[in-house]
Nanobody
Framework: QEQLVESGGGLVQAGGSLRLSCAASGGTFSSVVMGWFRQAPGKEREFVASISMVGGSTTYPDSMKGRFTISRDNAKTVYLQLSDLKAEDTAVYYC????????????WGQGTQVTVSS
């Protein structure tokens, strides 16, 4: 069974950095796009970044540009570099995969907690 496993979360002081990892496993996993989302307590889940697993192009919402960087090193592993972290970045960060070209994100990881202390 295919699954995504995130790692790298933790407690960090404001201004610090973290690198989150997402590894896919199981079966013959392949995806078109992989992305990161986050959800803070009491808030809706929000899009953080995505990367094409075909061409490597990246997408960020304007609010995330400059501090967050998504990257990949193979077809099954993506990273999210978080820099200059702020207290409002505290959330559970989820990795997701879109496995079909015209589909939605259809495979999700269990999430990794990022807590930023001010």
């Amino acid at each position: 069974q295919e699954q995504l496993v995130e790692s790298g979360g933790g407690l960090v002081q404001a201004g610090g950095s973290l690198r989150l990892s997402c590894a896919a496993s199981g079966g013959t996993f392949s995806s078109v796009v992989m992305g990161w989302f986050r959800q803070a307590p009491g808030k809706e889940r929000e899009f953080v970044a995505s990367i094409s697993m075909v061409g490597g192009s990246t997408t960020y919402p304007d609010s995330m540009k400059g501090r967050f960087t998504i990257s990949r090193d193979n077809a099954k592993t993506v990273y999210l570099q978080l820099s200059d972290l702020k207290a409002e970045d505290t959330a559970v960060y989820y990795c997701a995969a879109r496995r079909k070209l015209f589909g939605s994100y259809d495979l999700w990881g269990q999430g990794t907690q990022v807590t930023v202390s001010s």
